[in-house]
Structures are given as C-alpha cells and as structure tokens.
Nanobody, 114 residues
Framework: QVQLVESGGGLVQPGGSLRLSCAAS????????MAWYRQAPGQQREYVAHITSSGSTNYVDSVKGRFTISRDNAKNTVYLQMNSLKAEDTAVYYC????????WGQGTLVTVSS
C-alpha cells in the first residue's frame, strides 16, 4: 500500500512563506501525476495544484502566482512552495495521485495568522 507523508506545515504570519513536502512510497511515483489538496476547518477538501510526470503544472485560481508545485522523482517527493500566504490559506494540506487516489496521508496543518 502506498504511503504518503506530508510535512512542512506550521504557523506563519500573513505574507509569509512555507514549503510543504510529500514523500510517497511508490515505485510508480515518477510516472504519477501528483497533486496537492487542502481542507479548511468546516470545509470540504479542495484541489490546489497538480504536476505531471513531465513537469507541467496547473493551479486553482486562488493560488496562482503565489504557490509553486514541483517534484523530485529521485526522492519520490512532491513540494508546494507557498508565498504571500493569506488567512484563507489556513487548512490541512494533503498530497495524492491526481488521477487515481492512493490512501490519504495525515496531512500537514498550515495556519496563517498574526
């Protein structure tokens, strides 16, 4: 069973930055389209961004120009660089296969607050 381990969350002030990491225990990682999702308190999980095996990316409009998704296939890891953070970015962030979900990890909590 594939395991996804997210890390890098924390408390940050508005306008600050964080870099999230997601390590995946799968030999097919390099061929997988990987995505980041987030779930704010009391809200449903929502899509944030994805990256294809060749490095093409896509973002939800609310994070365009502020977030950058990237991957390191040698490390089976996908990243989410988050800049200019806003209070509305507060959520638990998860990564997963964009095409066919693996079991969800525990996520990493990002809190944007002054």
């Amino acid at each position: 069973q594939v395991q996804l381990v997210e890390s890098g969350g924390g408390l940050v002030q508005p306008g600050g930055s964080l870099r999230l990491s997601c390590a995946a225990s799968t030999v097919i990682f390099s061929r997988s389209v990987m995505a980041w999702y987030r779930q704010a308190p009391g809200q449903q999980r929502e899509y944030v961004a994805h990256i294809t095996s060749s490095g093409s990316t896509n973002y939800v409009d609310s994070v365009k120009g502020r977030f950058t998704i990237s991957r390191d296939n040698a490390k089976n890891t996908v990243y989410l660089q988050m800049n200019s953070l806003k209070a509305e970015d507060t959520a638990v962030y998860y990564c997963n296969n964009y095409i066919k979900s693996f079991a969800w990890g525990q996520g990493t909590l990002v809190t944007v607050s002054s």
